[in-house]
Structure formats: structure tokens, C-alpha cells
């Protein structure tokens, strides 16, 4: 009798035993229909052998195993393995996950993916001595090695990273260049295919279609690709001829999914190049702590570029103390004199404010009234150019009320400030000005986002006013001022990650200032001109603010000085997901030992979501593989765990968000 051993897409950790008297070892890694339940399932073949747990008059034989598509490699599965195990989630959808989902649905893709449409060569720049060395420590390096290219914003990272994908391709092999959001940088895209136009560059992203995302994992698989250029899921690629990961800002939050499969990118990547035993470059102006304490513990290489490529030096930056001064609706009169300024001179400027929308809350003065979400513990936020109230947590849309539901108060008030009111104000001041709003509202579509870039580097805009849309990974080289409004409120937040947040998202909008010829300006409107994390960023010393944080993390036993997962409860009532998780905790008590710490069930910061209430449960240790020995264990207990039909749970292995 032979039996394959099947991974499907259902919520259990284990594997399903079918018969199948043709199947060969060499089948491992195809795709097999099944029956299931009252219908059947595609699955993936992980074993073959001819023996099961199960009885053999139970076992159901295969309906057909599916041969069109050539075997998934063992290193994926390796991988897909892996992930299973670090995230505790079931091997059946984690490969599901990992396949495009026209693969999944037991298809193949008609047509062959089209690739990036090629560019005019563009010429390769000399490299300068730092590039030099860097590049030059990349190639050198053999077999299994995590390599940190912290470089200031503008020091030339992509050009190295080009050219060491260069180094690759000459060998034969096949790259992979992970982005945090592909959609939002169509200019690395152009700079890629502009650069190997004889190559096979396959983009990899959520906005790709189904049948051209199906085309592109076969081109990868089959060695017919050779750069992969991609968002997060492409970590997920099969590529047999891989010799280089590069992943490019690699402190950004869009490489950790926030549901389902909740996988770093980053570190499935790292896992990766270590499983095939290849480099790989992890590249930041601000590279995350983690990634930082590993470089300079001596766990990673370090290679560093302190100096911009092109322009002279890095943009001045000046924090302007707004404590004793009445601002203009939201702006100080020094920002506004250098808005002006840079008007004359015929340069761009971006106001950044991280808030969309035009204010964050509708207020009654009269009695108090405000414009809470009903699903969420939220306010609504007030869209004044469509006359709207939206939940941005939930996407509740309602209109904006003519006068106070509660006491029928005409004079209801919008208050604090989003992007919408400060474009307004913008406009009123300077109403010879060009102002562009770019946020998720303005930029609803990858197309209007085109747009909207084209536009600015048409040089169409005097005076930019975005969200961190704009802050990653742009060039524009007219713009000179950056202004930063409201940035005050993450320097408080509970969030012990929240200032490196903040830190690494001024320095890359500020980055966006004089990357060219013209020297840049940044201003930051603070009440606190005086806080160390502002000092850190005038001095451009992202060194001594990253010390800092670390010495607080490790005086907290915060990460990287400890590995955490949180499990999440929802439920009707919170007293639900409370007492859901107090269980969990019990039992948790009971399989941990002096190494696991154990915290108490609390309500999320954003308690309540789309009606449903939330709790969490943290754990914690110093210890990653005691860690991961105790979650496998809680995982399987918990899975016995009696809950109400309605209470959801998820375990999430290093979180991001609490
Ligand atoms: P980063 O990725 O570090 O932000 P980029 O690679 O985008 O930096 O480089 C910033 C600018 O400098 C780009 O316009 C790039 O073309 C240019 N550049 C990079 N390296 C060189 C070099 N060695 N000589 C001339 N220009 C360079
Ligand atoms: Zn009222
Ligand atoms: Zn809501």
C-alpha cells in the first residue's frame, strides 16, 4: 500500500494520510486533490511511504495528483515548515498562504507573467569608496550570513544593492529584493528593470493579478525568473537558483502580517538565506533595534555609509518650540516664513502630519458629546471635504450630523487636525501655492498614486502634504523643506516601541529633503525641543538614540533582550475573552517553567473592534528556544480549551502591536 501524507488549508496541526498506489517518492511537493468532508480539497504532498497511523480500511484513496505543476523544492517546504513551527500555525495553511491562490485552487496560470517593461539602460554610477567597501564585503562573503547595510537616507543603499544583485545574476543566480509596499514605490521597480534589461524581473505583490501572481511563482520556480521584486509574501518564493536576499528598509512594521499567518518577512528571510547557506542584507537608514543590538553584538556584519551619494550634506535639522507661540491653525509662523520662501525660490516643500482626514473627533461643547464609533472604542474621524464621518479602525461611514445627537446643538465642532484641515488652512495663507495632499484618502488607488507622483515630479506641486505614504524610499529632487507637525503625541505613547517608530519615520521623511544638489531644511514643530529623541535627529545621530533605547529595553527586559507572544482573545464581552484567557493562563502555569514569564490577561489598547471586545495575554522570555518549546506545548492544550461558540483566539510569536 502507498501512502502520501497530505498538508491542507484547515485549522488543525496535523497531516491527513490518503492512498495513492501510483504515487512515487519523487512526488513530495506536488499538489493533490482529495476527498474531504462532503466535497474535496487541494493539497500539498509533504511524505510518501506506506504505512499510516490511520487504519487501512479507513483510509480514502486520492482523486488525482496533480502533475502539471513541477515539484515545490524541499527547501520550501523546509521553509513553510519552519514557519509553521516559529508561528504556531498549522502546515496545511501555511502553504496554502505560500501559494498564489490561483495554485491553491488546483489551477494553472494561462499566461506567462509579464515582466517589468524594460527601460533605456540606465547608466551604472561609479561607486564611491564606502559603496566600494560595502559592495566588495557582500560578494566576499560565502555561505550563511546576515549582513546590516546601515546607510543615512540618500547614501546610495539601492545602488549597492543593484549592483550586488549584479555580481548574482553574473553567477547564474537568482536574487530576491524584498520592499515594504511595492505599490508605493514604482520608482525602485523602474530602477531595477531600468538597470537589467536583459534580465527576468517578476514583481510580487497584493495588487498583482491572480493569474500574472500564479505566472510569476512558476517563473520562480522553474528558474525562468531571476530578480523577484516583492512585498512580503514573496519571502515565500520558490527559487532554486538563490544566492542573494536583500531586504530593503528592514525595520518596517508591513514586513510582520498582522493576521492569519502572522510571519516576519524579514525573519523568514534571514531563516532562508540560512537554510540555502546564502548572504543576506538587511538595509536601513534606521535599522530596527533588534537588527542594530544583532550588528553590534557581532551576530550580524555591519557595513555602514554615513555619507549621502549625491547631495553635500545631510538637511539641516531644527526643532521650532511652539510652547510660546499662538499657531495658525496648526502652523508656527517660522514654518509658514520658510513655506514662503522655498515658494519663491521655485522648490518643494512637505508638510508631514501622520493623521488623514480632517480632524480626529467631532465635539458637542454644550454637553459633551462626542463622535464616538458604535463598533469600536474609537472616535470617528471628520471627512470634511465629502461631509463624512469614518471609523478608520472599523471603515463605519456615516454622514456628519447637522447638530449634536444627544442634545440637538447646531454648533458642533470639529477638533485637533488631519491633513485635510491643514491643506485648507494652506491654501487660505498661501493661496498662490500648489498644494498636493497625498494620503490613503487622495491616493485611494495605485493609479491615483501614480498620479499623484507624476505630478509631483512633473514639478507640477510647490507644497506637499502627506502622511508617511511620502516618507519611504522617494526621491524628489526639487523638494528642500520638510515640516513636521503633531509628531508630539508618539513621543508619550504606552507603546515601547512607539519612539523608534517616531525616530525612523522623521529621519526618512526628512530624508526626503535635499537628496539632490539643493541643500535640505527640516522643522520639526515641537513643545518639547529639548527631548532627546529630537537632539538625536538634529545631530543625525540615530547611534546615540538607538544606545539609549536599548539600555531602557534591556533595563525592561523589553526585545531584543527577551522573545514575546501575546495571545489574543475577542469575544461578545470582554468578560468572555477575560475568562478565556485566564483558562489559557492556567494552563499555561502548569507547562511553564522558571524561564517563561507569564503576565496577567488584559483588555487590548483598542478594547473594542467591530463589536467585538478584546483581551491579550503576554509571555515572555530571554530564552527563544524554551520560548518555542513551551508555546508548542500551550498550543496544543489550548486547542482543547472550552470556549464560548463566538470567542476567537490567535497566538501572535514576536508582536509588533499590542
Ligand atoms: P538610498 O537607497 O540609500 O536612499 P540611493 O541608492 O537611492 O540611496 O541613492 C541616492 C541618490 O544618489 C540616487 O539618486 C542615486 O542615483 C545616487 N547615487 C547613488 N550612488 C551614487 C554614486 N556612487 N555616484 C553618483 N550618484 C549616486
Ligand atoms: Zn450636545
Ligand atoms: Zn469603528
Known amino acids: 500500500m502507498t501512502v502520501v501524507r497530505v498538508a491542507l488549508d484547515v485549522p488543525l496541526a496535523r497531516l491527513f494520510d490518503y492512498r495513492a498506489d501510483d504515487a512515487r517518492i519523487s512526488d513530495i511537493g506536488l499538489r493533490v486533490r482529495v476527498p474531504f468532508g462532503s466535497g474535496n480539497k487541494i493539497g500539498i504532498i509533504v511524505d510518501v511511504g506506506s504505512a499510516s497511523d490511520q487504519p487501512a480500511e479507513k483510509l480514502k484513496a486520492v482523486d488525482a495528483i496533480l502533475r502539471d505543476m513541477p ?51 540606465a ?22 550570513e546576515t549582513i546590516l547595510l546601515h546607510g543615512v537616507t540618500g547614501s546610495g543603499k539601492t545602488e549597492v544593492y543593484l549592483q550586488a544583485i ?9 536574487a530576491l529584493m524584498l520592499v515594504p509596499e511595492i505599490a508605493l514605490t514604482p520608482q525602485l521597480e523602474a530602477r531595477v528593470a531600468g538597470r537589467f534589461a536583459n534580465a527576468r524581473v517578476v514583481s510580487m505583490h497584493s495588487g498583482v493579478a491572480d493569474s500574472a501572481r500564479a505566472a510569476g511563482f512558476l517563473a520562480g520556480l522553474e528558474g525562468r525568473a531571476d530578480i523577484i521584486l516583492g512585498t512580503r509574501l514573496s519571502v515565500f518564493m520558490p527559487l532554486p537558483r538563490l544566492q542573494m536576499i536583500i531586504v530593503d528598509e528592514e525595520h518596517d512594521a508591513s514586513y510582520k502580517q498582522q493576521d492569519g499567518l502572522r510571519y516576519s518577512a524579514r525573519d523568514l528571510a534571514i531563516m532562508r538565506a540560512k537554510q540555502v547557506g546564502i548572504a543576506i ?51 508656527s509662523a517660522e514654518l509658514l516664513a520658510a513655506l514662503e520662501q522655498r515658494l519663491q525660490r521655485g522648490e518643494q516643500s512637505l508638510v508631514f502630519l501622520n493623521r488623514r482626514g480632517y480632524a480626529p473627533v467631532l465635539a458637542c461643547p454644550s454637553c459633551g458629546w ?66 498636493l495632499r ?43 523643506l520638510v515640516g513636521v507637525v503633531g509628531a508630539d503625541a508618539a513621543l508619550f505613547a504606552a507603546d515601547f516601541r512607539a519612539p523608534e517608530r517616531l525616530f525612523s519615520q522623521l529621519m526618512q521623511v526628512g530624508g526626503r529633503s535635499g537628496r539632490a544638489q539643493l541643500p535640505g531644511e527640516v522643522l520639526i514643530q515641537t513643545e518639547y525641543p529639548d527631548h532627546p529623541l529630537y537632539r538625536a535627529l538634529a545631530g543625525h545621530d540615530y547611534a546615540s538614540f538607538a544606545c539609549r533605547q536599548l539600555e531602557e529595553r534591556q533595563a525592561a527586559a523589553f526585545p531584543p533582550f527577551s522573545h514575546q507572544a501575546l495571545l489574543r482573545a475577542e469575544a461578545p464581552a470582554l468578560a468572555q475573552a477575560l475568562e478565556f484567557l485566564s483558562a489559557a493562563r492556567a494552563l499555561a502555569a502548569s507547562r511553564a517553567d522558571e524561564r517563561i514569564t507569564l503576565y496577567d490577561p488584559v483588555p487590548m489598547r483598542l478594547a473594542r473592534l467591530k463589536n467585538l471586545e478584546r483581551g491579550q495575554l503576554l509571555v515572555e522570555s530571554a530564552d527563544r528556544p524554551a520560548l518555542q518549546a513551551f508555546l508548542a506545548a500551550w498550543m496544543t492544550g489550548l486547542e482543547g480549551l472550552r470556549s464560548p461558540r463566538d470567542l476567537r483566539w490567535h497566538l501572535d510569536v514576536d508582536p509588533l502591536e499590542f
Request: with cysteine; net charge positive.
Open 370 to 435: 462626542i463622535s464616538h464609533c458604535r463598533r469600536c472604542a474609537a472616535n470617528m474621524v471628520v471627512h470634511l471635504a465629502d461631509r463624512r464621518l469614518r471609523c478608520h479602525h472599523c471603515g463605519l461611514d456615516n454622514p456628519i450630523p447637522g447638530a449634536c445627537p444627544d442634545c440637538g446643538n447646531q454648533d458642533i465642532h470639529p477638533f485637533g487636525r488631519g491633513t485635510q484641515r491643514l491643506e485648507l488652512a494652506l491654501q487660505e495663507r498661501l493661496p498662490a501655492a500648489r498644494i
Open 438 to 480: 497625498v494620503d490613503r484618502d487622495s491616493a485611494s488607488t495605485p493609479r491615483k498614486w501614480q498620479q499623484l507622483l507624476a505630478s509631483i515630479h512633473a514639478n507640477e506641486v510647490d507644497i506637499l502634504i502627506g502622511t508617511q505614504m511620502l516618507a519611504k524610499g522617494h526621491d524628489f529632487p526639487q523638494l528642500t
Open 166 to 174: 549584479a555580481t548574482v545574476l553574473d553567477a547564474g543566480g537568482q
Open 123 to 144: 547608466r551604472v554610477p561609479e561607486l564611491n569608496a564606502a559603496q566600494r567597501t560595502a559592495i566588495d564585503a557582500i560578494v566576499a562573503s560565502r555561505g550563511f
Open 71 to 121: 515539484t515545490l523544492p524541499p527547501a520550501w517546504l523546509e521553509l513553510c515548515r519552519f514557519a509553521a513551527r516559529y508561528y504556531q500555525h498549522p502546515l496545511g495553511q501555511v502553504m496554502h498562504f505560500a501559494l498564489p491562490p490561483l495554485l491553491r485552487r488546483g489551477l494553472l496560470p494561462k499566461r506567462q507573467p509579464k515582466s517589468i517593461e524594460h527601460q533605456a539602460i
Open 281 to 331: 542584507v538587511l538595509g536601513s537608514a534606521t535599522p530596527s533595534l533588534e537588527t542594530y543590538h544583532h550588528a553590534h553584538s557581532g551576530r550580524y556584519r555591519l557595513l555602514e555609509l554615513t555619507q549621502r551619494a549625491l547631495a553635500d550634506a545631510m538637511p539641516t535639522v531644527r526643532s521650532v518650540d511652539t510652547r510660546r507661540q499662538k499657531l495658525q491653525e496648526g502652523f
